[in-house]
């Protein structure tokens, strides 16, 4: 959504106009040049950015915005004489220095060493700003001297909480208010692998068990459902309990969604090699591979393919075991194909992320049935049965949302083919691989025994570990940040407000709606509670075994898998160790995790340019998201309501979009080097554009925002960097993204993602 970059004299023949089209002469750039030209040329013309090795860091707009439907922040143009910009002259563009003083304060030096460490000056940024900015950034160094992140990147803050979390985890069993939640985590520290699988077995034949092929009795697969989806997701679909999507301030409604996993497809290739000799069993037979025609696809589809061998492979060691001995050889090899083969034909009908993550932009009427239209799309279920034994009430042909509706009709297809003993073993193996197989035999995932139990803890428990992590602050301290990050969204938000009042292209109806929406648009910080009262109701129901983790983790999960429960629906956790931010439509609210808002990013002795353009660009992020094309069809109150923008300014945007589509194709090209080959990616602009909208808009909120605070106060640069303010701000919104990726990490997420690849945000 590029509502808030947009202007009444725009049109798409000049928005869509090619870097390649503007050429500048003697280095010099001229008038009117497109921006990103502009900064090229003052670039190679400025000495003292020669002279320092580096670079106008506004060049990140070639990066980002380059597709954008206007440049609406920056119109001047450079000067003839000194390629400069008119706001950057009292900066000290064109002089070598800038006219006021640099920032000495301890906290400007760290952050400008952080700075520092990421980039490659001899790298010239008008062909790759992103390598400028982040080629020198290490993954590997997580803390720095000062033991605080080493990096701005949100790679590394990741990794730096989690090392946190797991510090204070280990402590917590000494503590008399986190004793519990040190237990259990240091139940899974000393657990036994060997004691584990013989735990996950025992609970396959709770379930039911393996159903041989003669003698076997009648198989309830609506019976076999409730009592997995009693512990945590079935390997057919997740069902729960959340806000209504027709009516927020309604009781609560069913939803039927697709199935959890606890590892994704990418953790599990990196931890799993081919064996030294495997079976003679044939896993080519079970899955097919289509034709296509460009490399990035063939590519794909040979990381896809080897996943699907490696995990056929675990699934037959799982299955030695599952099967009982006295089958004989031929019996083991023929349920081997039947059970591989349901599994094979399973994990083909689940549908990749981008598939579903626009779901939510058709109307919601295509997504809610009732139990007796969804018995018509489902019928291998008793939707009836399940929901009441769930539930604990009769669910009278009650509102169900189906998230992914065309997932359930092809899975009822498909199920279709299988006999019910071999989808109830099939099921059985599914749940046993990508559920208990992970909590079982951690060793199989990572070396690092210690970081595997802090994430599965995290998980698990995840309201008492996030108040141990809010623990070690003081409550002053966290209330002093909230209300730091509230001025902050309040800036922002006045901001846009501004910006959208002023478009002449949008119709009164239209307008009033958006400003309505962000007049009550807000934000919620995670849970601060770390009083002793609160930690203890949540821990008070934990039951903590020494050597049973596993029992310990399905025990916790039947206990939080209680379906007649609320636990606080006004409000969307968001635990520190996700680190994600997200816009929740039904609450027209932005949820901020606790981990950011305790980072340096608004200390008072650094530039505001440096909160602006970190916590400030994940906020605008965000409040884009609320006038994207999914934001728009929920009104401020979080109700559905379609009819809030007229069909005119639809069109308008639609054109807008489609145009900011077009460029992002034209101007990104990238190739990766893969088994040998040059694979030249591309990527699926139509479904990224959402989030490539929400990154360019609020990028120009953030750098609008601040210049409008800059006015009359300038902030000054940061040491041992000759760059101005203004370079500085897009620097440090590039190195938020600051990462290394494989090349088959890039192929996979440029194909199963909705997010742009990292350094082409």
């Not at 018509?376 to 509102?399: C, E, G, K, R």
């Not at 730091?484 to 009042?501: A, D, G, M, W």
């Amino acid at each position: 959504m590029a509502l808030s970059a947009m202007t009444s004299e725009d049109h798409c023949s000049m928005e869509c106009m090619s870097v390649q089209d503007t050429h500048i002469r003697g280095g010099v750039p001229p008038t009117g040049t497109w921006l990103c030209c502009m900064f090229c040329g003052w670039l190679r013309s400025n000495k003292s950015v020669h002279q320092a090795s580096i670079s106008l860091a506004m060049l990140l707009v070639m990066a980002l915005l380059v597709g954008s439907p206007v440049i609406f922040l920056i119109t001047s143009a450079p000067d003839d004489k000194t390629g400069c910009l008119q706001q950057d002259v009292d900066e000290g563009c064109g002089v070598g220095s800038s006219s006021y003083e640099t920032c000495n304060t301890v906290a400007c030096e760290t952050t400008s060493q952080k700075l520092l460490l990421a980039m490659n000056p001899t790298i010239e940024p008008c062909r790759d700003f992103y390598q400028y900015a982040c080629d020198h950034y290490d993954v590997a160094k997580i803390h720095n001297e000062y033991f605080d992140p080493a990096h701005l990147s949100l790679t590394t803050l990741h990794k730096f909480i989690d090392n946190q979390l797991k510090d204070l985890l280990f402590e917590s069993k000494n503590s008399d208010v986190f004793k519990k939640l040190g237990e259990f985590f240091e139940s899974c520290v000393n657990s036994n692998d060997e004691n584990n699988m013989q735990q996950m077995y025992k609970i396959l034949d709770e379930l039911g068990g393996y159903l041989p092929p003669n003698n076997a009795p009648s198989v309830d697969l609506t019976h076999l459902m409730r009592r997995i989806l009693r512990i945590y997701s079935s390997p057919l679909f997740d069902v729960y309990l959340d806000r209504s999507l027709l009516d927020p301030n309604d009781t609560l409604s069913i939803y039927v969604d697709l199935p959890k996993r606890f590892v994704t497809s990418r953790q599990f290739m990196d931890t799993h090699e081919y064996p030294d000799s495997v079976s003679d069993f044939q896993y080519s037979e079970l899955f097919e591979r289509k034709k296509r025609n460009n490399e990035q696809s063939r590519a794909y589809l040979h990381i896809k393919g080897r996943l699907e061998e490696l995990k056929l492979i675990l699934m037959e060691k799982i299955l030695d075991s599952f099967l009982p001995t006295t089958l004989t050889a031929a019996q083991r090899k023929d349920e081997k194909t039947q059970i591989l083969s349901f599994a094979s034909t399973l994990s083909k009908v689940i549908p990749r992320d981008k598939e579903t993550f626009h779901k939510l932009r058709s109307d919601i009427t295509d997504y809610t049935y009732d139990t007796a239209s969804l018995q018509q799309i489902f019928d291998h279920i008793n939707w009836d049965s399940l929901f009441t034994d769930l539930f604990h009430v009769t669910p009278n042909n009650a509102t169900v949302f189906v998230m992914s509706p065309t997932y359930l009709v092809n899975l009822n297809l498909m199920l279709s083919r299988f006999d019910p003993r071999q989808i109830h073993n099939g099921i059985l193996l599914v749940y046993a691989t990508d559920i208990l197989y992970v909590l079982a035999n951690s060793t199989a995932y990572t070396k690092d025994k210690a970081s595997y139990c802090t994430k599965i803890t995290g998980m698990v428990l995840g309201e008492p570990v996030n108040a141990l992590y809010a623990s070690q602050f003081k409550q002053e301290f966290l209330r002093h940040q909230t209300s730091k990050v509230n001025k902050l969204f309040q800036s922002l938000k006045s901001s846009l407000i501004s910006r959208i009042s002023d478009m002449t292209w949008l119709d009164n109806a239209t307008r009033v709606f958006i400003l309505t929406k962000l007049t009550h648009l807000n934000i919620q910080v995670t849970n601060l509670d770390t009083s002793q009262q609160y930690i203890t109701r949540l821990l008070e129901s934990l039951q903590v075994q020494e050597h049973n983790f596993l029992g310990n983790v399905i025990s916790r999960f039947k206990l939080t898998r209680k379906f007649n429960e609320t636990n606080h629906l006004s409000v969307r956790w968001s635990y520190p160790f996700l680190l994600n931010a997200f816009y929740e439509v039904t609450l027209n609210t932005i949820v901020i995790p606790l981990a950011l808002i305790v980072q340096p990013y608004l200390r008072s002795d650094i530039p505001r340019y440096v909160a602006y353009a970190t916590m400030g660009l994940i906020l605008s992020h965000e409040m884009v998201h609320s006038l994207d094309l999914t934001g728009l069809r929920f009104d401020q109150n979080g109700f559905q309501n379609d009819s809030s923008y007229s069909a005119q300014s639809r069109l308008r945007l639609d054109a807008r979009l489609e145009c900011y589509a077009k460029q992002y194709a034209q101007v990104f090209i990238k190739h990766v080097d893969f088994k040998r080959t040059r694979v030249r990616i591309q990527f699926d602009w139509n479904a990224t554009k959402s989030e490539n909208m929400a990154d360019a808009s609020g990028l120009q909120i953030a750098y609008n925002t601040w210049r409008l605070s800059h006015q009359g106060f300038p902030d000054p640069p940061l040491p041992s960097l000759s760059l101005t303010p203004n370079q500085l701000f897009f620097v440090l919104s590039a190195q938020m993204y600051c990462t290394k990726m494989s090349p088959e990490d890039y192929i996979m997420a440029v194909e199963t993602d909705y997010h742009t690849t990292a350094p082409e945000r």
